[in-house]
C-alpha cells in the first residue's frame, strides 16, 4: 500500500462486524468506507504535492486544526450553557462530565471572547453579569 492510501485508511476505519445497524447495511459502511479514504487519498495526495509537504505531516497538521476547532466550539458551548441560556445557567459538573472537563475547568474554558463571540452570533447578551473574569478569553 502506497504511503497517502495507508493514511487514508488510517483516518478512516473499517466498521468492525456488527457495529454497523441494522448489519444488512455493513457492506454499504464498508463501500462507504472506502469511497471516503478514495477522495480522502486524491485530496491528501493533492495537498501534498501543492504544497510539497510530507503527507504524514500534513495529516498531523490537519488533525491539529480539527481538534483546535473542536476546542472553540466547546469553549463557545460553555459559555452559552453558563452565561445565555434561559433563566438558569447548567451546571458546572454537568456541563464537565459532558465535555470532559473538570468543575473548575469549565469556569476556566472560556471567557470574554467566547461570551463576545455568542452574543455576536446570538444578537444578544448574557443573561447575567459575569462574576468571574478570571480568564480574557484565548
Request: net charge negative.
Amino acid at each position: 500500500m502506497h504511503l497517502i492510501e495507508e493514511l487514508a485508511a488510517l483516518r478512516n476505519p473499517m466498521p468492525a462486524r456488527g457495529t454497523v445497524t441494522p448489519e444488512d447495511c455493513y457492506d454499504d459502511a464498508c463501500e462507504q468506507v472506502q469511497e471516503q479514504r478514495k477522495e480522502d487519498a486524491f485530496a491528501l495526495e493533492a495537498a501534498s504535492d501543492g504544497l510539497q509537504t510530507d503527507p504524514l505531516l500534513l495529516t498531523l497538521d490537519d488533525l491539529r486544526a480539527q481538534r483546535e476547532r473542536v476546542d472553540a466550539a466547546v469553549r463557545v458551548l460553555l459559555a452559552y450553557g453558563r452565561e445565555f441560556h434561559g433563566g438558569r445557567p447548567y451546571g458546572l459538573e454537568e456541563l464537565g462530565r459532558r465535555a470532559g472537563y473538570s468543575t473548575s475547568g469549565v469556569r476556566t474554558a472560556y471567557g470574554e471572547e467566547e461570551i463576545r463571540q455568542v452574543a455576536e452570533q446570538l444578537g444578544r447578551q448574557a443573561n447575567r453579569p459575569r462574576k468571574d473574569t478570571a480568564r480574557s478569553g484565548r
